[in-house]
């Protein structure tokens, strides 16, 4: 029994889409013909819709990849890449497309989440490859209709975006963890530099000055617009912010924070709650990542100064000899 592939397919003007797993190029032609409204009997070529390259070969089919789309050409029909209308004279391009208000098919609008949810539908283990654009699509994408493309229960549908907002979480911290190691390290680097070179202390205050002025910009501002949007994110918005948003949060307090937010008392309260947490999360590891690099430099401390009593110990021992 040959393996049946998932595919989809489309008319010339690209106003019909239709999803189809078909086993053969065969069968992809008449069950594309029977769903595009052309008679059985038909002779039609099959192209890519991306590029117009002709499929007549059965095994160069089966080499495609899963979900890819062709288009089905009829008599006269000819491929021609997808146009933007200008608001003028782009319908003008080909004189056979007759766009109806009343009668266009809105089949071919396909949401941007749905291949990626066939994807997953193939492989779930795809999550792992995926770009947080991507995540972020599914995640956003209506419950009801990622479950029927899944063919998973809505419940279970709602789990898998809780899991890839989980996911989506996990990186942020992930990237804020390395920014703010970054920024110790070059910290400690120009801490370095300005106790090399006294002599240049104007550079270093410059610098200062910098940071101070992006400071003063930010503070003025007040939040900023990709802090509310996590801020009214839907799963632990707090683990997406930074450790200053976090501070500026906690700082303005419940009352202000209604304000910004447009939320009631107790939902506002949830949250400042939870960025308190966060927060004091983080300070602990902080505090975690300075006591192990003190007792890195204590054991070092000890062991010069061991070394430095056992080279003392063997000299007289030497001069002896």
């Known amino acids: 029994m040959m393996d049946r592939k998932p595919c989809k397919v489309c008319n010339f003007t690209r106003q019909k889409s239709y999803g189809l797993v078909v086993p053969s190029l065969d069968e992809l032609k008449i069950k594309g013909c029977e769903f595009l409204g052309l008679s059985p009997g038909d002779q039609v070529t099959v ?11 059965e095994a160069y089919f089966l080499c495609l990849p899963s979900n890819t789309k062709f288009m089905l050409l009829h008599e006269k029909e000819s491929w021609s890449p997808v146009r933007r209308l200008d608001g003028g004279t782009a319908w003008m391009a080909r004189e056979s497309v007759m766009l109806e208000a009343d009668v266009v098919d809105t089949s071919s609008a396909v ?13 779930l283990t795809s999550i792992i490859l995926m770009s947080e654009a ?25 789990q898998l975006q809780e899991t890839l907002q989980r996911v989506l979480d996990r990186r942020e911290e992930e990237r804020q963890s390395k920014e703010l190691l970054q920024l110790y390290l070059k910290a400690v680097e120009t801490e370095d530099r300005q106790q090399e070179m ?38 632990s918005p707090e683990t997406r912010l930074s450790t200053e948003d976090l501070q500026m949060v906690v700082t303005k307090g419940v009352e202000a924070m209604e304000q910004v937010l447009g939320w009631d008392t107790t939902r506002t309260s949830t949250l400042l709650q939870a960025c308190e947490a966060e927060l004091a999360r983080r300070l602990q590891q902080a505090q975690t990542v300075q006591s192990i690099r003190n007792n890195a430099q204590l054991n070092s401390s000890q062991q010069s100064s061991e070394k430095s009593v056992e080279e003392s110990n063997q000299t007289p021992a030497q001069g002896s000899n």
Not at 111 to 123: S, T
């Open 47 to 57: 192209v890519l819709e991306d590029d117009g390259t002709i499929v007549q070969d």
């Open 198 to 235: 006294p002599s240049q202390p104007s550079q270093g205050g410059s610098g200062d000055m910098d940071m101070l002025d992006v400071t003063e910009v930010d503070s003025a501002s007040g939040f900023m617009s990709r802090t509310l949007m996590v801020l009214k994110g839907k799963t």
């Open 111 to 123: 949401a941007p989440w749905w291949d990626l949810a066939q994807q997953l539908k193939q492989d």
């Open 134 to 158: 991507d995540l972020q699509t599914l995640v956003d994408a209506p419950c009801p209709e990622l479950a029927s493309a899944l063919g998973f229960q809505e419940k279970r549908a709602e």
